[in-house]
Each structure stands twice: as structure tokens, then as C-alpha cells.
């Protein structure tokens, strides 16, 4: 399978060590997902994209965005393939307009249900699949449920982006999965607008932090809150990141639950949505 990163932060940072320095980086863990890298960073609002069909840890062009990039948000994948040829195009994060999205997992029966899967997308979006991956076909379904709430080009924020994403699931399910847990389709998730970014757990695992236990800029950082060092007690946060696996440093990592969303607004409000439940709840202390 593949390995997820996204990073939410009220400042533009650098995000190097997640993506390479660190010693389980995203780049090492390409040394077993060989199968392309994505990194997708927002700018004035818009998504620059740099995708390859190349091992990242080996390709200079990852190397250097990574040293480069400094923004509020970064959506990053590595992939290893289980659906799809290997090249760009079936390479994550995919984008539409302002929104990017990657996914870890699979849809098992993708072969068998393709055709339905892909119908089920709005006929204006659904033009815009180019690959040939179960990935992007989540993506422009996840956008057919979205544009339910209003325009894509609008500002659309956590409560249509969580039921849009449930709603996702929920058809991927019901069309689908069989009787046994090894029919059932893998659905973890990242996706942002650039202000929002939320996260849903299906099935492969997927952990998030949003404070440090000290942070290594705590001198020079005029954004440092108390939020910054320990659990937020307002509901708000500083930073927000989600990884596949828990990236070695100051961050305190807690792993999501099976069909947990975790996700913040565009004011950096840290909310939950659980399985059973459709609303968000205010994470806070």
C-alpha cells in the first residue's frame, strides 16, 4: 500500500525532515513504495502539484521541492501500486481546481465495479479522470458529493466536507464490499481545499499531532501558543499533521480509529467526527 503525509499550519513551514530527513521520512519509506511520489503545496490559495512515477527517495526533483517548499499546507504521497499502471498520471495527490486528495488503500473488487463506481460520478467531473486508478475515481466521487453543498470553486467548509466524505465511503461500501473483511474496501483518506484539511481512517492506519512535547523554535516563533506543547484546551491549534506512520521528533502522535475523521477548519479548529456519528465534535481539553 501506499503512505499518506498532510500538514496544516497557521504559518508557512518547511516540512523537509517529514518528507526527508526525518529517519522514517516519506522519502525513506519510498525505499518500499516504489511506485511514484506527489507532493501537492498551496500558494496564495492554489495547489502547486509535483508528481513523478519514480522511488522518491532516489529522485532529485522530490529532493528539492522538499528542501524548497514552505507553506501553510502540504498534501504528500508515496505510492506503491495495486491499481493502475505506473505512471504520472495514476501518481497522488490528485487535483481539481483548489482541491487535492490522496489516498492509502484499495477498493478490491475495482475491477468488478469500475464501471458502476465511475458512473456514479457527476457526468461534469467525471470527464476529468484520466488515470486508470481506484484512487482518482474516489476523488471525483468524493467531489460529486461535495458540490451537493455548493460551487467547488466556493468556500465550502467541515460540514459539507465530512458528510461528503461519509457519503463517499458509505457508496464505495454498499457497492462494493463483499460478505468477508477481505472484500472490504481500504479508505484512508486526506483532503483540502488549502484552508481545510480532513483526514478519514479506512482501514490502513493513519496517525495525527498537533502539538510537540517542545517546540525547537519556541525562541523565535511568534505564532508559539500554548497549544503549540500540549492538548489544546480552546479547540484551536497551531498545526495539524497526519501521517501513515508516526514521524520520529518532538510531535506527540495519537492514532486514529476505524472510521474516525479528524480535520480542521479554515480558523485551525481541531474537530472529530466518529463512525456512528455524522457531526463534528470541538476537540479540546
Given at each position: 500500500?501506499?503512505?499518506?503525509?498532510?500538514?496544516?499550519?497557521?504559518?508557512?513551514?518547511?516540512?523537509?525532515?517529514?518528507?526527508?530527513?526525518?529517519?522514517?521520512?516519506?522519502?525513506?519509506?519510498?525505499?518500499?513504495?516504489?511506485?511514484?511520489?506527489?507532493?501537492?503545496?498551496?500558494?496564495?490559495?492554489?495547489?502547486?502539484?509535483?508528481?513523478?512515477?519514480?522511488?522518491?527517495?532516489?529522485?532529485?526533483?522530490?529532493?528539492?521541492?522538499?528542501?524548497?517548499?514552505?507553506?501553510?499546507?502540504?498534501?504528500?504521497?508515496?505510492?506503491?501500486?495495486?491499481?493502475?499502471?505506473?505512471?504520472?498520471?495514476?501518481?497522488?495527490?490528485?487535483?481539481?481546481?483548489?482541491?487535492?486528495?490522496?489516498?492509502?488503500?484499495?477498493?478490491?473488487?475495482?475491477?468488478?465495479?469500475?464501471?458502476?463506481l465511475r458512473q456514479?460520478?457527476?457526468?461534469?467531473?467525471?470527464?476529468?479522470?484520466?488515470?486508470?486508478?481506484?484512487?482518482?475515481?474516489?476523488?471525483?466521487l468524493f467531489l460529486?458529493?461535495?458540490?451537493?453543498?455548493?460551487?467547488?470553486?466556493?468556500?465550502?467548509?467541515?460540514?459539507?466536507?465530512?458528510?461528503?466524505?461519509?457519503?463517499?465511503v458509505e457508496l464505495?461500501?454498499?457497492?462494493?464490499?463483499?460478505?468477508?473483511?477481505?472484500?472490504?474496501?481500504?479508505?484512508?483518506?486526506?483532503?483540502?481545499?488549502?484552508?481545510?484539511?480532513?483526514?478519514?481512517?479506512?482501514?490502513?492506519?493513519?496517525?495525527?499531532?498537533?502539538?510537540?512535547?517542545?517546540?525547537?523554535?519556541?525562541?523565535?516563533?511568534?505564532?508559539?501558543?500554548?497549544?503549540?506543547?500540549?492538548?489544546?484546551?480552546?479547540?484551536?491549534?497551531?498545526?495539524?499533521?497526519?501521517?501513515?506512520?508516526?514521524?520520529?521528533?518532538?510531535?506527540?502522535?495519537?492514532?486514529?480509529?476505524?472510521?474516525?475523521?479528524?480535520?480542521?477548519?479554515?480558523?485551525?479548529?481541531?474537530?472529530?467526527?466518529?463512525?456512528?456519528?455524522?457531526?463534528?465534535?470541538?476537540?479540546?481539553?
Amino acid at each position: 500500500m501506499c503512505r499518506l503525509f498532510g500538514f496544516r499550519s497557521v504559518i508557512p513551514s518547511q516540512v523537509h525532515r517529514s518528507l526527508v530527513a526525518a529517519d522514517n521520512a516519506l522519502g525513506v519509506q519510498s525505499e518500499e513504495h516504489k511506485d511514484g511520489w506527489g507532493v501537492a503545496y498551496y500558494v496564495d490559495g492554489s495547489p502547486h502539484i509535483t508528481r513523478s512515477p519514480t522511488s522518491a527517495i532516489t529522485d532529485q526533483i522530490f529532493h528539492r521541492v522538499s528542501g524548497v517548499v514552505a507553506s501553510e499546507t502540504v498534501l504528500a504521497h508515496v505510492r506503491k501500486a495495486t491499481v493502475g499502471e505506473l505512471n504520472v498520471l495514476n501518481c497522488h495527490p490528485f487535483q481539481h481546481g483548489r482541491w487535492t486528495m490522496a489516498h492509502n488503500g484499495e477498493v478490491r473488487r475495482y475491477t468488478e465495479f469500475k464501471d458502476t463506481l465511475r458512473q456514479s460520478i457527476a457526468p461534469r467531473l467525471r470527464r476529468y479522470v484520466l488515470g486508470d486508478t481506484d484512487s482518482e475515481v474516489v476523488f471525483f466521487l468524493f467531489l460529486t458529493h461535495l458540490q451537493a453543498y455548493g460551487p467547488l470553486s466556493g468556500r465550502l467548509g467541515l460540514d459539507a466536507i465530512v458528510p461528503a466524505l461519509r457519503d463517499t465511503v458509505e457508496l464505495i461500501r454498499e457497492k462494493c464490499d463483499g460478505d468477508e473483511e477481505a472484500l472490504r474496501a481500504l479508505l484512508t483518506i486526506i483532503v483540502t481545499d488549502g484552508t481545510c484539511m480532513a483526514a478519514h481512517m479506512g482501514g490502513k492506519e493513519l496517525f495525527w499531532s498537533s502539538y510537540k512535547t517542545k517546540c525547537a523554535d519556541r525562541d523565535e516563533c511568534p505564532s508559539l501558543s500554548p497549544e503549540c506543547e500540549a492538548p489544546t484546551t480552546t479547540g484551536f491549534v497551531n498545526h495539524l499533521i497526519f501521517s501513515s506512520e508516526p514521524l520520529q521528533g518532538e510531535n506527540v502522535w495519537i492514532p486514529m480509529e476505524e472510521g474516525e475523521i479528524v480535520a480542521v477548519d479554515w480558523r485551525m479548529q481541531l474537530h472529530r467526527s466518529t463512525d456512528d456519528k455524522r457531526r463534528l465534535t470541538v476537540l479540546a481539553s
